[in-house]
C-alpha cells in the first residue's frame, strides 16, 4: 500500500545526478543574469554618485564648506530601502556610504539633488546571501576604496564638470573595482573549490573526464558557495566591460541641471 503524503526519491543516484545538473545548468544560468546586472546596477550607480559629487564642488551649489583637500570615506551603509525576504538578503548598490569630511554628501545640497543623492545610498537588490558575500569580499579589498577614491577625483577635479566625471569612472573607478575583484578572487580560491574540469581529447572530445570527481566536491556546501562567489566576482568582472548609460552626456546634464532648491 502506498503511503498518503509522502515522497520518496525513486534512484539515488539518479537523484544525486539531478541536484549537480539543477545547481550547475539551471540556477547558475539565471545567476549569470542576475550578477551581471547587480554590477551593471552598481556601475551605474556609481556614476551617478560622481555627478553629484560634481554639484558638491561647486561653491554656488554647497551649503556647507569643504576642505581644499576633502577627507573622503567609504564605510558599511546606513541606508536601506527594504528587507529581503524568502531567505534572500538586501545586497545594496553601490559599495558603501561616501563621507566627505566627516559628514554625509547630501548635507552639502539642498533641493531635488540632496535627496536624490541620499536615495543613492539606500538602493538595494534582493539576492542570495552569496551575493553580499562576494561583495564583502569585494569592498574589503579595495571596492570600497575605489569608490572613495572616484568620489575625491571629482571633489578636487579643475576641469570641465562632465569630463572629471568620466575621468573619474573610467580612470579610477574602473582600475580600482576590477583590481578588488581580481583580489577578492584570488582570496576566494585559497578556500577549497572544486577540481578544474578534465575535457577529453580524440575520441572523448568534448566529454568531462573529471565529472564524478566534481560531483562530489558539490555535495561539500562550503566548496558549493565558494565556487558560486567565485562565478559571481567573474560577472562582476564582465559588467565593468560596459559603459553605464548614466555616464552619457544626456543623463549627466540632467543631475548637473537639477534645481538647486
Known amino acids: 500500500m502506498m503511503a498518503k503524503g509522502r515522497r520518496t526519491v525513486p534512484d539515488r543516484a539518479e537523484a544525486k545526478i539531478e541536484r549537480f545538473r539543477h545547481k550547475m545548468v539551471q540556477r547558475l544560468s539565471s545567476d549569470q543574469r542576475r550578477a551581471k ?4 546596477a552598481r556601475n551605474g550607480r556609481v556614476a551617478e554618485t560622481l555627478c553629484y ?11 556647507r564648506p569643504i576642505l581644499p583637500v576633502p577627507n573622503v570615506s567609504c564605510t558599511a551603509a546606513v541606508r536601506q530601502f527594504f528587507r529581503a525576504d524568502d531567505g534572500e538578503q538586501a545586497a545594496h548598490l553601490l559599495p558603501g556610504q561616501i563621507s566627505i569630511d566627516g559628514a554625509f554628501p547630501w548635507l552639502f ?4 539633488a540632496a535627496r536624490q543623492l541620499e536615495n543613492l545610498f539606500g538602493y538595494v537588490e534582493p539576492l542570495r546571501a552569496d551575493y553580499n558575500k562576494a ?3 569585494a569592498e574589503a579589498n579595495g571596492l570600497t576604496d575605489a569608490f572613495a577614491d572616484a568620489c575625491r577625483r571629482v571633489l578636487t577635479g579643475k576641469g570641465e564638470p562632465a569630463a572629471d566625471i568620466v575621468a573619474a569612472y573610467e580612470q579610477v573607478w574602473q582600475p580600482g573595482a576590477l583590481a578588488a575583484f581580481a583580489a577578492a578572487e584570488a582570496q576566494k580560491r585559497s578556500k577549497p573549490t572544486p577540481p578544474p574540469i578534465e575535457r577529453g581529447v580524440g575520441m572523448e572530445y568534448g566529454m568531462i573526464l ?4 566534481r560531483m562530489a566536491a558539490f ?3 562550503s566548496i558549493w558557495a565558494t565556487y558560486e562567489q567565485l562565478s559571481i566576482l ?6 565593468m566591460d560596459d559603459t553605464p548609460r548614466q555616464l552619457q552626456p544626456r543623463a549627466i546634464q540632467e543631475i548637473l541641471a537639477l534645481p538647486p532648491a
Open 219 to 221: 555535495e561539500d556546501d
Open 210 to 213: 573529471n565529472f564524478e570527481e
Open 53 to 63: 559629487m560634481a554639484l558638491i564642488r561647486d561653491p554656488a551649489r554647497r551649503k
Open 109 to 112: 545640497l539642498s533641493g531635488p
Open 135 to 137: 561583495d564583502s569580499a
Open 37 to 40: 546586472n547587480h554590477g551593471l
Open 234 to 239: 567573474g560577472y562582476y568582472k564582465v559588467a
